[in-house]
């Protein structure tokens, strides 16, 4: 049956590819997690009026986070390639490709928690200053819990988004399904492969937005 | 307790600077509940705020149990803080937070144990009335129930101090006073000092000891509650007072009230202290006079009843007499009136 829709299609090729796109969205993920946390919190709290206000760091990590957004992900990829290179070591392969992954949707989750963390009431900060928080405790019992929900149905935006990407990357021979569907699908006319391809990213993306809605949910308890 | 001394508040902008709070001196004495009466932005929420700095006064001096809060450093504040409790208008609960784990969020920035809070909680849920909703989300919860744990929350540091923000302002009538009467217990029961922000005069009224009326940041006339009103000097205060009765119609009696012109007509006023609440019942039954309640107003408060009545007694002239001088006996004050 599968051999019939799908002539061209080595399994264990597949499998590789399902792997690396896993691997490489998985990777990239937590990199993107942590450091869009990190500059989603910087601009929230450097911002007017909230508790570390600075219009000097709001300015350059708003500058760093807008020009990141602003260049084009195939671009980036060949930008980072000396980077890359010192860093990993390789520019081939699903590990050189996390570098440019993670710096190019950090930016783009960063002003998601930027959002989010607009959204915690004003008034629950002035409340946790009034029982004497520290400033610690309020960014992390206050403000990154009360916008829970919000930072992980962001976080799947950009799961999504990212695995677009890995498809990207796959093109200059990061490996994953979009690699695969290129290399074997596309140059060598097997559109059999093109489309199992394509069938799998969509299941993939199915996937993660499924499990994300289940989680924003569950913590959602307004 | 608590003494304020030249505070004032002035926000600075490029165009103008506006004077929140103007020079503000005030004393709170240890557990009395005060009351800060003002219409809105006559900058009572920005002085309520400026006590425990949520806004950072521009001049002067907040003593609080004979620390100056203005001058301590971010450390000693946080530590000041804990000991003042704080409600809000909207409750600014932690919705991620079941009530349980809101109570206990104040143990836990105090660094409580764990076990120590988890009985204080307990404690503080069963003191507000909300046994059996330990595990509700604030969603889940009526205005007077999120209410109810905010104030827990406020009381789980045993704070010496708690500010009300406007309280009951978000609640039905019905809920005002079930949360005014936990507010009047935990006064009664800890001993707790009570500054109290409203623009209700029936939330001054019921429970307050003393009060502050405010406008344009000034405090423009203060005393004990059922003095002020009794007695309102300034016309703002007469505003707030008339919220309650209405109007002042009852300040005065117009003939056509009494058709029948036999009869002496007495206005009683009542000022709040050591007044005998039974007092008309009583000279009905001791005297041998008819008494005819022509139309009043009588309001109870924290320190007694406050109000004017007037009655019309019949009989004849020296059993008046006698009846007259037993109500002045009673701490009440009773005029003749000649009808018009």
Redesign the interface.
């Known amino acids: 049956m599968f051999e019939k829709w799908f002539p061209n299609v080595d399994i264990a090729d597949l499998n590789t590819a399902i792997y690396e796109t896993f691997y490489m969205t998985i990777l990239s993920l937590i990199g993107t997690f942590i450091i869009g946390i990190i500059l989603g919190l910087l601009l929230y709290l450097t911002s007017k009026g909230k508790l570390w206000e600075n219009k000097v760091v709001y300015g350059i990590v708003a500058a760093i986070v807008n020009i990141f957004r602003a260049i084009p992900f195939i671009i980036l990829i060949l930008l980072l390639f000396p980077f890359t290179d010192f860093i990993v070591g390789t520019i081939r392969g699903p590990e050189a490709a996390l570098p440019a992954l993670i710096i190019g949707s950090a930016p783009f989750y960063a002003r998601l928690v930027e959002i989010a963390l607009k959204e915690v009431?004003n008034?629950?900060v002035?409340?946790?200053?009034?029982?004497?928080?520290?400033n610690s405790?309020i960014m992390f019992?206050?403000l990154l819990?009360?916008s829970?929900p919000a930072l992980v149905s962001g976080l799947t935006v950009t799961a999504i988004a990212l695995i677009g990407s890995t498809a990207v990357a796959g093109v200059i021979g990061a490996g994953g399904l979009g690699d695969f569907a290129y290399f074997y699908g596309f140059q060598r006319r097997q559109f059999d492969v093109v489309f199992i391809c394509t069938l799998l990213i969509v299941i993939v993306v199915f996937v993660f937005q499924f499990i994300g809605d289940l989680i924003s949910n569950k913590?959602d308890?307004? | 307790m608590i003494t304020i001394k030249n505070l004032s508040k002035i926000y600075r902008t490029k165009k103008q600077n506006i004077t929140a709070v103007d020079e503000l001196n005030l004393t709170i004495e240890s557990g009395e509940i005060f009351g800060v009466i003002g219409y809105s932005g006559a900058g009572k929420s920005t002085f309520v705020r400026l006590l425990n700095r949520l806004e950072e006064p521009t001049a002067g001096e907040i003593i609080i149990n004979g620390k100056d809060i203005v001058k301590q450093r971010k450390n000693e504040l946080r530590l000041a803080r804990q000991e003042i409790g704080m409600i809000f208008q909207h409750f600014n609960l932690l919705w991620s937070r079941t009530v349980h784990q809101n109570i206990a969020f104040p143990l836990e920035i105090a660094g409580v144990p764990k076990q120590e809070r988890k009985e204080k909680v307990d404690r503080l849920i069963e003191l507000v009335g909300l046994k059996g909703r330990e595990n509700a989300y604030p969603s889940q919860l009526s205005g007077g129930q999120k209410q109810r744990v905010g104030i827990a929350r406020a009381l789980a540091n045993d704070p010496k101090v708690l500010l009300c923000d406007e309280a009951t302002s978000a609640l039905d009538p019905e809920t005002t006073d079930s949360i005014l009467d936990l507010i009047v217990d935990i006064n009664k029961r800890l001993g707790l000092t009570i500054v109290l922000i409203t623009h209700e005069m029936n939330v001054i009224r019921k429970i307050c000891h003393r009060v502050a009326v405010m406008d344009t940041g000034k405090v423009v006339e203060e005393g004990d509650a059922a003095h002020v009103f009794q007695d309102p000097q300034q016309a703002i205060t007469k505003r707030f007072v008339q919220q309650l009765d209405g109007s002042e119609q009852y300040n005065s009696l117009s003939a056509a009230v009494v058709k029948e012109g036999t009869g002496t007509i007495v206005k009683l006023s009542f000022s709040g202290e050591n007044v005998n609440q039974t007092v008309v019942s009583q000279t009905a039954k001791q005297f041998d006079v008819d008494i005819n309640i022509l139309q009043g107003s009588v309001l109870q408060t924290q320190t007694g009843a406050v109000g004017n009545l007037f009655l019309q007694l019949v009989g004849n002239e020296s059993e008046v007499e006698k009846a007259l001088d037993f109500i002045r006996g009673a701490n009440v004050k009773a005029e003749v009136q000649e009808l018009v």
């Open positions: 009431d008034g629950v002035e409340a946790a200053k009034a029982m004497g928080a520290k405790t019992k206050v819990k009360e829970m913590l308890k307004r």
